[in-house]
């Protein structure tokens, strides 16, 4: 059974830092993009970051550009997410998924990844 567990996320304040932890199990994701997405109340899920199979290609949204680190521990199959200088505005649910790795996934069309996460909730206080 494929699965993607999200883990680490929290209520924080404002400035404050998260590091949400995706675990991947059930077949090799070693071909594949990982990718960040997050869905705010009443808004639309959206692209947050994405790392390529090898690590060595990453790509954040504007939004959260020189705040987030997307990293990968392939040996450990897990995909990392540090949230530093947290804003109100990234609360959200973050999730996880997997795809194979392509232009789309790395630019974060949705529809180009295959598993995802039940997601973890983020909360940042003012």
């Known amino acids: 059974q494929v699965q993607l567990v999200e883990s680490g996320g929290g209520l924080v304040q404002a400035g404050g830092s998260l590091r949400l932890s995706c675990a991947a199990s059930?077949?090799?994701?070693?071909?594949?993009?990982m990718g960040w997405f997050r869905q705010a109340p009443g808004k639309e899920r959206e692209f947050v970051a994405a790392?390529?199979?090898?690590?060595?290609?990453?790509l954040y949204a504007d939004s959260v550009k020189g705040r987030f680190t997307v990293s990968r521990d392939n040996a450990k199959t897990t995909v990392y997410l540090q949230m530093n200088s947290l804003k109100p505005e990234d609360t959200a649910v973050y999730y996880c998924?997997?795809?194979?790795?392509?232009?789309?996934?790395?630019?974060?069309?949705?529809?180009?990844?295959?598993?995802w996460g039940q997601g973890t909730q983020v909360t940042v206080s003012s």
């Open positions: 790392i390529s199979w090898s690590g060595g290609n990453t």
């Open positions: 998924a997997a795809g194979f790795d392509s232009l789309a996934t790395m630019t974060g069309v949705s529809d180009k990844y295959d598993y």
């Open positions: 059930g077949r090799s994701f070693s071909n594949d993009a």
